[in-house]
């Protein structure tokens, strides 16, 4: 198995709920990332798990938070949402923290209301 | 940190011509610069990637290009065709910056039959 997923694709969510995206590897990758995404922007990082432990925050607000439960999980916690947290949530893999390739899943497209 | 900056914004080119688009990195510890390509509603996909230690480098009809010295890379698409048309995304790999990717801004390519 060669590939990220991501479930759900789409989630629309309101501001009061709270719901988790999940990402799955098969690849052996020890290092896993959540990216955020706007329309026409490049990937913005977020995250980043390196052997199940978090390596890096990006100053991300506490209203997400992420979850390794093991090597091939990765679950992002969504609670509190604003609208501008509305985005494309990419997920990614990569051998090891700083390897050269990394490989993005399919991601899931957030609308909050 | 590392910023990289991706020119032109968009292009628009015929089928069959080919399409260069550049990117400049600031930091000279930069080691690893990948391009990853976008189709609407889609994964960013690896497509061609260069070390530092390279000056070129080939896959078919693409071709990336690095000059260490003037710190920018660009990459060359030949006999280009209708489905090249995604939005394009370079970045640059530093070990000063927790080996994380730095993106540059993307280019939407356009390649009309």
């Known amino acids: 198995d060669t590939e990220v997923t991501q479930t759900p694709k789409h989630l629309v969510m309101g501001m009061t709920n709270k719901k988790s995206l999940k990402c799955e590897q098969h690849?052996?990758?020890?290092?896993m990332y959540w990216y955020k995404q706007k329309a026409k922007k490049p990937p913005e990082l977020m995250f980043v798990?390196?052997?199940?432990?978090?390596?890096i925050n990006e100053s991300v607000p506490s209203r997400f938070s992420p979850e390794c439960p093991n090597s091939s999980l990765l679950n992002l916690h969504l609670h509190a949402l604003q609208p501008e947290d509305s985005a494309l949530y990419l997920c990614a893999s990569s051998q090891r923290q700083g390897s050269y390739e990394q490989y993005f899943g399919p991601g899931t497209r957030l609308t909050v209301t | 940190g590392e910023n990289v900056e991706q020119h032109p914004s968009t292009l628009s080119v015929q089928e069959g011509d080919s399409a260069v688009i550049k990117c400049t990195y600031s930091d000279s510890a930069s080691n690893y610069f990948p391009w990853y390509k976008q189709e609407l509603g889609k994964r960013p996909q690896l497509i061609i990637d260069i070390r530092s230690n390279v000056g070129e480098k080939k896959d078919q009809r693409i071709a990336v290009t690095l000059n260490k010295t003037a710190k920018h890379f660009s990459l060359h698409i030949t006999e280009t065709q209708p489905e090249d048309s995604a939005v394009y995304f370079c970045?640059?790999?530093?070990?000063?910056?927790?080996?994380?990717?730095?993106f540059g801004g993307g280019t939407r390519l356009m390649v009309k039959p």
């Open positions: 690849m052996g990758h020890r290092a």
């Open positions: 970045a640059a790999k530093n070990n000063n910056a927790g080996n994380m990717l730095t």
């Open positions: 798990y390196s052997y199940e432990k978090l390596s």
